[in-house]
């Protein structure tokens, strides 16, 4: 297992502008020259960080993961907190496509981009959809839903098509079809 990165103002600074131009621009659109002169720092610090471009993608990746698995928090002790865990995911989702400058999912547009399961890219991105299926099967069960299974499919795909339809479309109608379907799915 490899140590984890050290903390350094320069590597944050790399991690914050690959982000808003990864999101902004696309994975393959945005080369490390360009980061590099964004982020105000030299190649030799940027490859003192990460070995190479697909690295600074992953840590992205993991960087948004790490701020989701944050906001979603551990697993809910009962039923009444499973069902505050999943509207408060619900609502955090609906938010996300209706802020300014929403692009859509960063891992769908991930995985569009790098669509072979090999690729650590790739594989970022699922490490990230098992953890959200995991956890949210884990709060239908908590909450008593008769097929948490069923339920976490049903979820993640009315996530998946409101994060598609909140960038192509009606962001508000999106959040709204969203909300109410995931309402659908609590158990009564």
């Known amino acids: 297992m490899t140590a984890p990165p050290r903390p350094s103002a320069a590597r944050e600074r790399l991690l914050r502008t690959a982000a808003e131009l990864f999101y902004a621009e696309g994975l393959h659109t945005v080369g490390v020259d360009?980061?590099?002169?964004?982020?105000?720092?030299?190649?030799?610090?940027f490859y003192r960080h990460f070995p190479g471009k697909e690295d600074l993608v992953v840590a992205y990746?993991?960087?948004?993961?790490?701020?989701?698995?944050?906001y979603?928090?551990?697993?809910?002790?009962?039923?009444?907190?499973?069902?505050a865990q999943l509207r408060r995911l619900t609502e955090a989702i609906g938010?996300?496509?209706?802020?300014?400058?929403?692009?859509?999912?960063?891992?769908?547009?991930?995985?569009?981009?790098?669509?072979?399961?090999?690729?650590?890219?790739?594989?970022a991105v699922a490490v990230h959809r098992a953890w959200l299926t995991e956890t949210v099967t884990r709060a239908y069960r908590t909450a008593g839903h008769?097929?948490?299974?069923?339920?976490?499919?049903?979820?993640?795909?009315?996530?998946?098509?409101?994060?598609?339809?909140?960038?192509?479309?009606?962001?508000?109608?999106?959040?709204t079809t969203l909300t109410a379907g995931a309402e659908d799915?609590?158990?009564?």
Do not use: K, Q, S
Not at 101 to 117: L, V
Not at 185 to 188: D, G, I, T, Y
């Open 34 to 45: 360009r980061i590099v002169g964004a982020a105000g720092i030299t190649r030799a610090t």
């Open 61 to 70: 990746l993991r960087g948004v993961d790490d701020a989701v698995r944050e």
């Open 72 to 83: 979603v928090g551990g697993a809910p002790d009962d039923a009444a907190a499973a069902v």
């Open 95 to 123: 938010n996300e496509l209706c802020r300014p400058g929403f692009r859509g999912c960063p891992f769908i547009n991930a995985a569009a981009e790098h669509p072979d399961p090999a690729d650590p890219v790739h594989r």
């Open 146 to 175: 008769a097929d948490p299974e069923e339920a976490t499919r049903r979820f993640v795909m009315l996530r998946d098509g409101a994060m598609v339809a909140g960038y192509l479309g009606d962001a508000e109608a999106a959040r």
């Open 185 to 188: 799915l609590l158990p009564a």
